[in-house]
């Protein structure tokens, strides 16, 4: 008896295992992909994790359907990291397999339907769906569900195929379909008898009378004399001798031209690489020098370099020293607006050793980093991407860079698995014995911590880069603003100055806001109504340009009300502002700027990014509007100038963590100001100039935050003193979620020796027609984490073993952020 241990990408915690004859289980490693029945009908695309021969005895092992791979396509390092990812963050190894495998390798099982053969139909006795079922199928051999919705033009097919099964004309087949597809190029080349000298007179024979085709036949000789014998795509042919591909097509219909296809890589950097030698200044050499020392005796540096201080020359000066062993780079940032301009500067400096892995590729350019990575090629030494590149398939791993390692955004919030990038890439990092680089202007308090007790290595570098100075901050006070009259819709008569100052001298502003669409609120002056969201427990954001409300947390909209819903007055007023506001306030303060604008609503679509941070740099943009996605480690060398347009926004959080964010966004956005030789202005409107973190923030002294920040932290048992594991719980029934979140509440609270708060009702307490509760509990650092994890999944079971309460979903947050 032969049987293999699979993963199944299902949110299941444990695996299964499957019989195999003698043959498969030598043929079998670990890490390839198998396709397994699971349940009655269904097929799922399994991974092999363990070869074994030891029957399971609580059910009778099924036989694998089929083998998918040659060779494993997930390394064992991958699968020791997945589950630590597993019982770390308390999540299902089915969902960190799910989440960390580009989908197109998870095959699909699509239903077939096939005609049973050798059986007599009465065409008479079907309907009309039926017989346009039948029908088809007499044309081709087989259909899928999606091909009969189409045919009978309706949703509910299912009844009339299920008729069909009955009559005993069809059966159903299921098949698993490989969904990636290799790039095809389609390339042309002379036909073998024209390659003599005689062929080519005869060529020209032919030809004198055919002007079009004569051009591309010489066009062709150019190209390939050009070229240096390299393939020539009908494409580039097309392109350099200007005529239609239909000229091309009838050469090859005449056999003077052969076509062929090449397998092409998706993702292809093509570009000249920068020959000239990287210089460091005093402070990177320094800072290089001590961040090599640092490795020597940890695994870990944190760089806490100020914003423009040149964190990324050092990273560079560093992937050499590595690229140099043959090892492989990862390079983790928080957002997919930073990987553009960092793989430009990347690419520029290595060439195509840069691979790019993020949730704008599509599934089949996923597939082709994942491939590359896992051999090891060339393409693949420097992989750049978001928090999702931690899963790829290293072999060969020597270091792993994490910019704004401070970023909220490198933990996943939904859906499982939770992880937080940072803190995964340590464990990932010591599986291949690598290192760590973290960096920062702004670093989070607990790496800050780690630092500062030793347990990383600590590299802090002051001064700007070329000695630039730090911008010039100043506060305005908007009540003081609002109360003498001088303020022009949301700018203030300082801010409307610079700007003014800022686009007479060509020089371009940047302008932060952080909340999308126009504005937060649409309210009766009348009733005070204020229109809701039908499947959630939040006000509806009213975005001007498509003249809708919107709710930001599933989608919901409606048309702007022309009188209200609850008193039919017509006064209704917008309260608050987004970026969009700012926008159309700018349009009416500087008609002749070009206003441009960047958040979730502008950047949608593969390259929408990329299309508004290459305008903005090519100085198409005088002034750009935008959320927090403008706040992380662009560099734009020509802005002076950036306005915060309310400071107070951040600050009133119902969040721990309020304070440190507020400091970090404001620091982080004042830090895109004056990069190049001018010194840059910021200026923060806020109602609260005499605020701690504020005044710390214009004082540019992270040290007194983290100060203040740290004694809080530890009076009222927060991270790093604390570890935070949230649970969230969900229900459509208020009762009964009320019911259950308080008999969790009180279980847990017996059997653990930890503060336990809850249950509690969160800000915004029912999102998708589900209520929400939750339960924190803080976890000290003298108790050990992970008695206290087996505490709480003991206590999860008996829950879901409490029959009311089963239907209740329970969402595991650790680390909670």
Known sequence: ???????????????????????????????????VLFGKSKIYTALAIDLHQNKPTLYEAKEIHQILDEKPIVTENQIKHWQWIASYY?????????????????????????????????????????????????????????????????????????????????????????????????????????ESAEGLNELLAILKNAAKQKEIVLTYFQLSASEKKKPISVKKLVEVSNVTSAVVKTLVDKEIFEEYLL???????????????????????????????????????????????????????????????????????????????????????????????????????????????????????????ARSALFLPFSNLGFIIVDEEHEQTFKQVDPAPRYHARDASIVLASFF???????????????????????????EIKARYGNVKMPEIVLVDLKDKYFRKRMTGHFSDVLVDE?????????????????????????????GHVPQCQQCDVSLTYHKHKNQLRCHYCGYSIAKPTNCHSCSSIDLLTKGFGTEQIQQELVQLFPEAKIGRMDQDTTRGKFGFEKIIDSFKNREIDIMVGTQMLAKGLDFDNVSLVGIMNADNMLYHPDFRAFERSFQTMTQVAGRSGRSEKQGKVIIQTYNPDHNTIQQVTNNDYAGMYKEQLYDRQIYKYPPYFRIIKLTLKHRDFEKLKEGSLWLYQVLSQHLGVPVLGPEEPAINRIRNEYIRTIMIKNPQNVSIMGTKKTIQKILNSFDNVVQYRTIKVALNVDFY
């Not at 993963?7 to 396709?35: D, N």
């Not at 799910?98 to 005609?115: K, V």
Request: hydrophobic letters at 40%.
């Open 1 to 35: 008896m032969y049987f293999v241990e699979v993963i199944l990408p299902l949110a299941l915690a444990k695996t299964f295992t499957y019989s195999v004859s003698e043959a498969e289980y030598h043929y079998i490693q670990k890490g390839m992909r198998l396709a």
């Open 263 to 385: 397998q092409e890589d998706r993702v292809n950097f093509s570009g000249e690489t920068n020959k000239h030698q990287l210089e460091l200044s005093e402070a990177q050499q320094k800072a290089f020098d001590e961040i090599q020392i640092s490795f020597q005796e940890k695994e870990v540096c944190l760089l806490h370099g100020v914003t423009s201080s040149g964190k990324t020359e050092i990273y560079i000066k560093l992937i050499e020293d590595y690229l140099k062993t043959g090892k492989q780079v990862l390079y983790l940032l928080p957002e997919i607006a930073l990987t553009t301009q960092l793989v430009t500067r990347l690419q520029a400096h290595f060439g195509n050793k840069v691979a790019v892995f993020h949730s704008k590729y599509n599934n089949n350019e996923r597939v082709e980093v994942w491939n590359q990575v896992l051999q090891n090629s060339e393409k693949a030494q420097i992989v750049i991407g």
């Open 90 to 194: 308390m999540c299902a190894i089915g969902d960190v397999y799910r989440g960390a495998l580009p989908s197109a390798l998870l095959l699909e099982n699509e239903t077939l339907i096939t005609q049973k053969v050798d059986v007599f139909v009465d065409e008479s006795e079907l309907t009309d769906d039926e017989f346009l079922i039948y029908q088809a199928l007499q044309q081709q051999s087989s259909l899928k569900v999606q091909d009969i919705i189409k045919i009978l033009n309706k949703k509910s097919v299912f009844p009339v195929i299920q008729k069909l099964i009955d009559k005993n004309i069809l059966v159903l087949q299921e098949e698993m379909q490989e969904t990636y597809k290799p790039k095809l190029v389609r390339y042309i080349r002379l036909h073998s008898k024209y």
């Open 433 to 459: 014995q690598a290192k760590v680089l973290l960096g920062s202007a702004t670093p989070s308090l607990e790496s800050y911590y780690n630092a500062t007790t030793a347990k990383y290595g600590l590299v």
């Open 499 to 527: 700007i003014t100052t800022a686009l007479s001298l060509g020089e371009q502003v940047i302008l932060f806001q952080n909340r999308r669409g126009y504005s937060p609120l649409l309210e009766c002056m009348t009733c």
